[in-house]
């Protein structure tokens, strides 16, 4: 099967309607990236109150002031830092000490930097961002041992381990020396391997630096003790992800959300993270607990309503949408979700006023875009053609998409030979566009003329030989228009390989096998497809299979279904016709 363009657009918008909703409570600290040198770890654990001296402004303390702020009004920061750190040592005050110590890291005066940290540590022994930012800076200038007192005062003086550890790994992660990092770790958590805090840290360390195994048998040694803490299993999670198990990771997540019904950050990151995955119906179900949760939340009604969308369920989605509507809340997106629903069901009047009443936002040129699309269908293809060019001005970064709209209306009403002129004259003037190429690659295949979709799908594979859905498009129709099985296999593979939970490219898998006459393991594919994706090219293919095998009865069901949500759809009629008259 060939991808489709809104699918792909339809889960986009679902994944950005939900950015703006809150993360997970049980969180995992994000792999850090390299700070400028010395920089110490951001305090995460609070300080004590600590008994301030009492000092007089003598001139030359007001002189060392003043001069070490206009110096840093005029960005002289080592100049700034020297004053200060002169201050510093005149007033024995921890908090000018402070601020002494991170004007010096910012200016890179490490020798600075670490005489202001020294002292910062004496005024005030228990200040535990002091302790941190001395480690730090002793362990970026070599000298990790004399580190490790400071950090194991940081653990002892925690309020827990837990918080102790999480900022020890937070500074740690910042090292270049990746292995003196870990070792620095190994050698704090030697006498405390029973502390499950401990064996947490020491899979997030590993995990962050990139050694996934010793990662993954710290994080299963800490599930052993302890098989419901949910932070355990969404590192493991995390983890799995990143050595590309994405099914194995979904199922620890699944144990997370388990360990933890009530924490609703925490689902609703498991939610965003099957979206991803393309696991609409459990993603589905994970909202509609969410909603239950927080029954006023307006992204989650509308992450319910992509999903409804998503799967078919318009009658659910509309309730979403027009519920959202009804609050005042999303009311531009909200209204391009409802005129996609009218489209859907051919109320062409009904969408255009929808995509009317899109306003602003992202959506705002895709609603004009589509209100030229059915222009065309409903007043004919001059009237669509001529919406969609009066748009130039108005998005005038659009042009390539102006051109890919109007190719896609010429498609639509089945005016391939237009279609391609439109589509060349863009190649014409941006000959490499991968999005150009493939469109003109769809059409061309409309007029039979395979040689040029080849020739454009393989361009576009030649700058970006990982792209799917050139893989996809390309295995696809070989299988389907040509007898280049193996060639076809091949193709499809690599694409399944990126993505092997689209239910696009098993069909194109199972479509393959199915012309390959491996008819068992074309089943699962497609069986696979089905289950995702109520789509009736997917009806048509997996009907055949049935068929074709014997089972004309299951066949003739699973056209019945697809016919009830696509009754007009050519190709699964022309399946049916071709294998029942």
Excluded at 64 to 76: K, N, P, S, V
Aim: charged fraction near 25%; aromatic fraction near 6%.
């Amino acid at each position: 099967m060939i991808r489709l363009r809104s699918s792909a657009l339809l889960a986009a918008a679902l994944l950005a309607g939900c950015s703006s909703m809150r993360g997970p409570t049980t969180a995992v600290v994000p792999a850090a990236s390299s700070p400028p040198a010395a920089q110490p770890a951001p305090a995460t654990l609070a300080a004590p109150p600590v008994p301030l001296p009492d000092y007089d402004l003598t001139p030359t303390l007001m002189y060392d002031l003043l001069a070490a702020e206009i110096a840093l009004q005029r960005g002289e920061l080592l100049l700034a830092a020297d004053n200060y750190l002169r201050a510093a040592w005149e007033t024995r005050d921890p908090r000018v000490t402070k601020r002494a110590v991170r004007i010096a890291v910012y200016a890179r005066d490490q020798e600075k930097a670490l005489e202001g940290a020294e002292l910062w540590v004496e005024l005030a022994p228990e200040d535990l961002e002091a302790r941190q930012s001395l480690a730090a800076l002793l362990i970026h200038l070599g000298r990790a041992q004399d580190a490790v007192a400071h950090l194991n005062y940081v653990l002892g003086a925690a309020p827990d381990s837990g918080q102790g550890f999480q900022a020890i790994v937070n500074l740690l992660s910042r090292d270049a020396d990746k292995a003196q990092a870990m070792a620095l770790l190994e050698q704090l958590i030697a006498e405390r391997r029973e502390d499950p805090n401990a064996l947490f840290a020491h899979a997030q360390m590993a995990f962050l630096l990139g050694r996934h195994d010793t990662a993954l048998a710290s994080v299963d040694a800490l599930l052993e003790r302890q098989p419901d803490a949910a932070r355990a299993w969404v590192l493991k999670s995390n983890i799995l992800r990143h050595t590309g198990r994405a099914a194995e990771a979904i199922t620890a997540y699944a144990r997370a959300v388990k360990a933890a019904p009530d924490d609703a950050g925490l689902r609703l990151s498991y939610a965003k993270f099957l979206v991803e995955e393309r696991r609409f119906d459990t993603a589905r179900s994970e909202f509609a607990t969410l909603a239950r949760q927080l029954p006023d939340n307006a992204e989650v009604a509308y992450a319910l309503g992509l999903l409804a969308m998503q799967l078919g369920d318009l009658p659910a989605a509309e309730r979403e949408f027009r519920r959202l509507l009804a609050d005042g809340q999303h009311n531009d997106a909200a209204a391009f979700a409802l005129g996609q629903i009218a489209e859907s069901r051919k109320d062409h009047d009904e969408a255009m006023r929808w995509y009317g009443a899109v306003a602003d936002g992202p959506n705002l040129f895709e609603a004009q875009v589509r209100a030229g699309l059915l222009k065309a269908r409903t007043q004919g293809v001059d009237a669509g053609r001529a919406h969609l060019r009066g748009l130039r001005d108005q998005f005038p970064e659009e042009q390539i998409n102006l051109l890919l709209a109007e190719g896609e209306m010429l498609r639509e009403l089945e005016r391939y030979p237009e279609a391609m002129e439109v589509l060349s004259a863009g190649l014409h003037a941006s000959p490499d566009n991968p999005d150009l190429l493939y469109a003109r690659a769809m059409a061309a295949e409309r007029l039979d003329r395979l040689d040029i979709l080849e020739q454009d799908l393989r361009r576009i594979l030649q700058a970006d030989p990982e792209n799917a859905q050139a893989l996809n498009a390309l295995g696809y129709t070989l299988a389907d228009r040509t007898e280049r099985y193996e060639e076809a296999l091949g193709y499809i593979r690599q694409a399944l390989a990126q993505h092997p939970d689209d239910p696009a490219i098993n069909d194109s898998m199972g479509w393959v096998m199915f012309r390959l006459g491996r008819y068992a393991e074309a089943e699962t594919y497609l069986q696979k497809a089905a289950t995702a994706f109520k789509d009736p090219e997917v009806a048509a293919h997996l009907g055949e299979l049935y068929w074709t095998t014997g089972r004309s009865s299951e066949a003739r069901q699973v056209w019945n279904e697809a016919l009830r949500l696509a009754p007009g759809n050519r190709l699964l009629l022309d399946v049916i016709e071709r294998l029942t008259r």
